[in-house]
C-alpha cells in the first residue's frame, strides 16, 4: 500500500488549527449517512449561499433558452418542451458540477480546520477545474451506459443499478482526492480505487440509500409545483417556471448531500487504510 501523501489537513498526522466538524476516525454506516447533514450544518453560509446562487442562475439559463426556442419556433408546444427538458438537462449537469466541485472544497477546509469561505471554494475548485470536469464527464458517461443496457429488458433493471452502484463505489472518492490531494483525473481513479478496496459495497449500499431518500424529498419537491398552480394558475410559463425550479432544487439539495458524503467516505477510508487518525507526537504542519 502506497503510504499516505502530506496534503496538508488530511495528512497522516498532522494537527488541524481547529477540531474539525466530524470525527477523524473510522465511521460507521450510519454516521456516513449522518454526518453530511453535520457537516453541511458548520458550513451553511457558503453553502446556502452556493446552493441558492446556483438555482436562481440555472433556472435563469433554462427559462432563457426555452424562451429562446420558443421564439424561434413560434411558440411551438413540441419545440417549447423538448427545449425545457434539454435545457434543465444541461444546466442540471453543469449545476452539479459547480455544487460538487465548491462543496467538496468548502469540506476539505473544514477537515484540515481551516474554516473557507464562498469565493476561496470557488478557486480552489476553479484551480482543479480541469480534472473535476473529466470526471464529471465520466461519471456521466458511466451512468447513462450502464442505465441504457440494463433498460434494455425490465427484469435486468435492478441488476444495472446494483452494477452502477459498485461502479459509483469505487469511484466514489475521485473528487475529493483531486482536491485535497492535488493529483490529476487519471492518479485519483487509482486511488480511488486503492482507498475503497474492500469496503465498495459498503459505499455502494450507501449511494443507493442517498437515491432512495433523494426520491423520498423529490415527492413534495415536485408536490409544490402543483400546488402553487392553484393561485399562479397553468399558464405556461408560470408552471414551467414552478416545474424546472422544483426539478432544480433536488437536485441542488441532493448534490451537496453527496459532496459531503464523499469526503466522509474519503477521510474514512484513509482512516482504515492509512490511519490517518493516528497522531504522531510531535509533527508540525
Known amino acids: 500500500m502506497r503510504p499516505a501523501p502530506r496534503v496538508g489537513g488530511v495528512g497522516a498526522g498532522i ?29 451553511i453560509r457558503p453553502l446556502s449561499a452556493l446552493a441558492g446562487a446556483t438555482l436562481v442562475l440555472a433556472v435563469l439559463g433554462v427559462l432563457g433558452t426555452t424562451g429562446l426556442v420558443s421564439h424561434l419556433t413560434d411558440g411551438s408546444d413540441a419545440g417549447t418542451g423538448w427545449a425545457v427538458v434539454l435545457a434543465t ?16 472544497a468548502v469540506s476539505v477546509a473544514d477537515l484540515s480546520g481551516t474554516p473557507t469561505d464562498l469565493r476561496s471554494g470557488i478557486r480552489t475548485a476553479a484551480h482543479h477545474g480541469g480534472p473535476l470536469v473529466i470526471a464529471q464527464i465520466m461519471f456521466s458517461l458511466i451512468g447513462i451506459g450502464v442505465l441504457t443496457v440494463g433498460s434494455l429488458l425490465i427484469i435486468t433493471y435492478p441488476l444495472a443499478l446494483i452494477w452502477l452502484s459498485n461502479l459509483r463505489a469505487r469511484r466514489f472518492v475521485v473528487e475529493p482526492t483531486i482536491i485535497a490531494e492535488h493529483t490529476g ?30 426520491g423520498v424529498l423529490a415527492v413534495p419537491a415536485f408536490g409544490i409545483p402543483f400546488f ?17 425550479g422544483g426539478v432544480l432544487l433536488v437536485v441542488t439539495v441532493a448534490e451537496i448531500v453527496e459532496a459531503t458524503s464523499r469526503v466522509l467516505c474519503y477521510v474514512d477510508r484513509r482512516c482504515v487504510r492509512e490511519g490517518l487518525d493516528i497522531h504522531i507526537p510531535g509533527e508540525s504542519r
Open 15 to 43: 494537527d488541524p488549527a481547529r477540531p474539525p466538524t466530524i470525527p477523524l476516525r473510522p465511521l460507521r454506516f450510519r454516521e456516513l449517512l449522518d454526518e453530511p447533514f453535520a457537516l453541511i450544518q458548520a458550513n
Open 89 to 104: 438537462a444541461a444546466f442540471g449537469w453543469l449545476s452539479r458540477l459547480v455544487l460538487r466541485g465548491v462543496s467538496i
Open 185 to 214: 483525473y487519471r492518479a485519483a481513479v487509482a486511488r480511488s480505487k486503492d482507498l475503497v478496496e474492500g469496503a465498495a459495497w459498503t459505499i455502494g449500499g450507501l449511494w443507493l440509500t442517498q437515491r432512495l431518500l433523494f
Open 228 to 244: 402553487l398552480s392553484d393561485f399562479s394558475g397553468t399558464h405556461r410559463w408560470a408552471f414551467i417556471t414552478l416545474v424546472v
